[in-house]
């Protein structure tokens, strides 16, 4: 009986080590086929050809502040209370027109003074020259000594300096009356009234702001690779983002006219800096917008989309191929149908292509769709557009 349970005992152990390594051996060959099936497979995707295309670009730009060369303020040359406004806000302006009247009640006393002081002048000068005159009539009789002379005539001589005082101090004060009209220092509009009728303000006090915004300009700061596409005189076309054209910031009915949705407005290029002819890595663009639909006012404008009114070709692949928010990473598709993941260089977009200036050469195929699970080395199975 012990030599039959032995037997079965090792019959049972036998079995059981054969059941493992069965399992085992089942285990390794369905790992083996999964990998195989990895590796052999092919996830279909979208690719394109990087090409060179005529090409115009769309930024879009954070913010973009348009200011005028024209706008400063009318100021009161002498103290005085303001005594009424000759116009309005808003409204129309030429240079040397009356903004303000003011009034000073010690100017026309200082005037009436000074005309008092002239008169008791040339009361003295007349005094002095008849005396002036008869001593230098005596002096030719030889009647009156080379002193007595030059004396009369140094009397004469003074009073005439006392009267050209007493003419100039009383000039000096019609000219501070003259200054009680507070004048519009260019043409333009009035954009802002600072002190109200009845306001007592001194000397350099701001009375009004007064600006032409008919022309604005604005400035952006462009790498030398974006510079160089660009001409003087060559037109821009700014879109604005919705409402943000509704903001104000001298409370002018400037941007009324703003009703279209979707409008864009015209740039020119008036200057570069510095010159394309100097090496520069960072040039400053100087642009002027025609504002005479009065759409703008000299303020800060967020959301702003510039597109490029005149087209240049370019290295270009779609936009969808960048695979990260940074526009420099794609996968590139090799001869062997595998993707490879490249860095590249890439530049401004116009909604549909993006310049590439360095990682890819004109040819190379680039994945533009079904990017998700992509990884560095796998293969897949292209079509590539326009190849059909």
Sequence with gaps: MKKIYGVAMVLIIFMALAIVAWGAWLNYSDENQIANRMDNRRVEVTAAKAARREFAPTISLDAVRFVSDNMTD???????????????????????????????????????????SISRAEAMMTQARNSYQRQGRLKARRATSQEKYEEAEAQYMAAQGALREAQAQRDQYLVQQGWLSVKAPLDGEVLLIYQQAGAQVQAGTPIALVGDFSQLTFSLNLSDRDARHLQLGQAIYLAFAERKLSGKAYDTDYGVGNKERGMEIKAVLREIVPDL????????????????????EPMLYTGVTMRTGQSYEALTVPLAAMIDKAHDKVFVLDAEGIIHLRTVKAGADDKKYIEIYDGLVEGDTVIVGNLDGLEDGMKVDAEVEGEN
Excluded: C, F, H, Y
């Design 277 to 296: 002819s100097e090496p520069a890595d960072i040039r400053r663009t100087v642009w002027a917008v025609d504002n005479r639909a009065r759409l703008l």
């Design 74 to 116: 009318a100021v009161a040359l002498t103290d005085g209370r303001i005594l009424n406004w000759q116009v309005e806000k808003n409204e129309k302006v030429s240079k040397g027109q009356n903004l303000v009247e003011m009034v000073n009640e010690s100017i026309p006393l200082k005037i009436q003074q000074a005309e008092s």
